[in-house]
């Protein structure tokens, strides 16, 4: 049953491959366009593994590093916990003459049992957590020093300079 004419399902097959063709002709040559500057960035490390070589959040911003906290019982003061975690940052606290009387203070006070474990998180989130809302970190990226202010709107604040 062999025609001349072409069977209209043959057409369509035939045109569908063309399409297609066409359509992997234009990736390929997209692919080629690419900067090869986006493309030296990648590293393959295995046959079907490839990396983005580049520094980590960590590593560009210390605070940043996410870890699993849990502070040893030993530890009983905020501002304990605070040198603790600061231990291997890179960062440590600055000291007493730099810091406010109230800031003195909240790192005196006794580390609540809620503090003594976080999941992991931001290490500048956990010590955010520890100081409470009363207070914001400060950090001199220059030096690597830590150091608290009282917040301007934190409840409790005295801006009249009387007694409450």
Request: with cysteine.
């Amino acid at each position: 049953m062999s025609s001349s004419k072409h069977h209209p399902m043959s057409q369509l097959l035939r045109i569908l491959l063309c399409c297609s063709a066409a359509t992997v002709m234009s990736h390929s040559a997209v692919a080629e366009e690419r900067p090869i500057t986006a493309i030296s960035t990648l590293t393959q490390i295995d046959r079907y593994s490839v990396i983005a070589v580049r520094p980590t959040a960590g590593q560009q911003d210390l605070l940043s590093v996410t870890r699993a906290i849990t502070i040893p019982d030993d530890i009983e003061s905020v501002g304990d916990a605070v040198h603790w975690m600061l231990r291997g940052s890179g960062y440590r606290l600055a000291a007493d003459a730099v810091l406010s009387e109230e800031a003195k203070a909240m790192l005196e006070l006794p580390l609540p049992a809620v503090h003594r474990r976080f999941e992991p998180m931001p290490l500048q989130t956990v010590m955010g957590l520890m100081i409470g809302p009363a207070f914001q970190l400060i950090q001199d990226p220059v030096h690597r020093l830590i150091a608290f202010e009282r917040c301007a709107d934190s409840p409790g604040r005295n801006t009249t300079g009387g007694s409450q």
